[in-house]
């Protein structure tokens, strides 16, 4: 069971915060309700009486009349998604007889007799009608004067604009074994869309605190254009959370006598209301009594009443929407709650609150009011800073690193190569002493020299001494030999290895 909930912890920060007063005072901070009212609604129980009069004083004629008897009226929470209520049980359930009223009024329309409308047995003077009167007293009997069927209704008028007239019906689920004690409705025949109803959330717990601060909510009346619900504040007196009568109310000041003041609410309709804690706008308890003497039963004993109906309480989508855009608004921002309540009234339309605030928030938002438009005010504006500035140090960029690359690249071209150390430099062998050889008849420089030209100057040039290390020429051309080859590769010569 989802007890507190984070908008709902915020909104009674938020209200703490803007200037809570005392427990002592008279003034609450404002909207300590809301969470609440939207889930409160007016109920109105009856009874249909139908009876059948058998008289046969002078000849046997059956006589049928259809009354309307009232039972009670009051105020009910509704507690889940699906439409559950929670009221007190003498507003739904009558310790009267309804059969003796209805037995009095065919009496007295059909006999032509005094007969009072009420629930008390009378007599008459004629004798054989007194009879008759008494035995239609007790219609269960096979020999009494009348036939009796009586059928309870029972009417649910939510809080919702515009007001529904005819309401909807609901039926008992589970009643209490006192009259002050909580009953729980079960609705019937209504189609409120896949999202559900508006809840009231519960408490954990009556406040121990005497003089604690509280709401009642209810109405005195069925809902209509004039007839709007009703909030007063009150005060809890000294006492447990549910007492064997309930938990008394006193004014901490003693400048209102709160019992009488209350006791004279709950007779006008707000019997049955819910009272709201001060401290985070949960349900406390309901009023019960009237007259003089006005008390609360607390939470604990509606809790337990719908565990023993297997009826949970519990908060639907409707309710968190509300709950996040009722947060923007009790910190005055305006212009963050619009579309809140906005979307609360997409799921719900007939929301009579976030309709209100809807209203007042779009009145005030983005003016002085709003605390979003403060916040954006006192921040400094930053004036726009202009591309160019960004262009122009791009451009910058780029050409000094152009000018960078073609200067390096002309010092590159410009600077003579590194000398090259001696220990690097490797002598090259002296070259071979030229001797001219005379040219045969019609040869120049272009012109192949003969082998035996090449040999006779090879065999000029002095041999090396070669060693078993050593590389192997040709001994007659001069070609160098490879090891185990048997003949010169160049000039066919038998190797002398």
Known sequence: MVRVTASATALAVVLLATGALPATAHEHPSGITDLVTPSVVRVEASQRVDITLLDHVSEVVKVKRSYDVPVGSGTGLIVNPEGA???LTRIVQSEQNAAIYAANRIFADHHKVKVPADFAKHTVKNDILNHHLQSCYTPEKDTSACIVEVTPTITIFPNINPPDPKGYGAVLTLAGDKPDAPAVLTPVGRADGGVGLPTAPLADKVPDQEGAPTSIAGFLGKPAADVKITTEIAHLGKGGAAGEGGRPFSDPQKKVDEPVKLGALADKGLLGAPVIGDKDGHVVGMLIGGGKDARMIGVRE???????????PRRGVVDAAFEHALARFHTKYYAEATPGFQHVLELYPGHTVAAEHLKTSLAKRGTAEDAGTKRVAAQPVKAATPLWPYIA???????????????????????????????????????????????????????VVRRSQLQEALQQQPQPVLTAQEAIFCTACGAKLGRGHRFCGFCGHPSET
């Open 85 to 87: 209520v929670v009221t």
């Open 302 to 312: 509606i809790s337990a009443t719908l565990t023993k109906a297997n009826v949970p």
């Open 393 to 447: 140090a791009a451009a910058a960029v780029l050409l000094l690193a152009a000018l960078a690359g073609a200067f390096l690249l002309w010092r590159r071209r410009r600077t003579p190569d590194q000398p090259v150390p001696p220990s690097a430099v490797t002598t090259p062998p002296p070259p071979l002493a030229h001797t001219p050889v005379p040219y045969d008849e019609g040869a120049h420089e272009t012109v």
